[in-house]
């Protein structure tokens, strides 16, 4: 394209046009593996919009004049170890063992982290990169506070040996072999 301007002709660059054909679908598409990463909906949203940007030349979020996306409320997560201790449970590893009794948990069979969540499990939990001096990070499974009253309840209901909450060692709980 050229503009006359008196003496000679400018040329003049066309303005690049976003490709709007498919946004929707792709913000749809990029949204929905954002999910897959376990981010909540308004950062999926934001991850896809981003996606979207680069791929179409607009971003929706934008077009929409939207400035900002409230974020839920994040339940905080906690070690086995902690919920032992704040809930005067035996310890850890009888914690761990009760999860596992629930079906909440399983073995992993990974040395760097030795539980994964059942599909039962993994409303109530998270993994989470814990770096470790010296070495690389491994990752810890992390529970909400949410399970409290399921072990609860599984404990008033259970009549296995380990179920009995008292100031009594591991191994009166639940022998010597566990």
Do not use: C
Not at 3 to 30: C, H, I, N, W, Y
Not at 54 to 65: A, F, K, S, Y
Request: glycine content about 6%.
């Amino acid at each position: 394209m050229e503009l006359e301007t008196g003496s000679s002709p400018v040329a003049v660059s066309p303005v690049p046009q976003p490709k709007l054909a498919g946004l929707g679908r792709t913000f749809a598409d990029m949204r929905r593996i954002a999910k897959l990463m376990n981010l909540d909906d308004a950062q999926a949203a934001i991850h896809a919009s981003h996606a979207v940007e680069r791929l179409h030349g607009v971003n929706p979020l934008e077009l929409m004049d939207i400035k900002r996306i409230e974020s839920p409320t994040q339940k905080p997560f906690f070690t086995v170890s902690e919920l032992a201790k704040r809930e005067g449970w035996q310890s850890a590893q009888w914690l761990n063992r009760t999860l596992l009794a629930m079906r909440l948990q399983d073995r992993s069979g990974s040395d760097d982290n030795p539980w994964t969540a059942t599909e039962a499990g993994r409303p109530y939990s998270r993994l989470e990169d814990a770096p470790i001096k010296g070495r690389r990070s491994r990752q810890m499974l992390l529970w909400s506070a949410e399970i409290i009253p399921l072990v609860k309840q599984h404990i008033a209901q259970s009549t296995a040996p380990y179920s009995a909450i008292t100031a009594a060692e591991d191994v009166a709980l639940v022998g010597e072999g566990a």
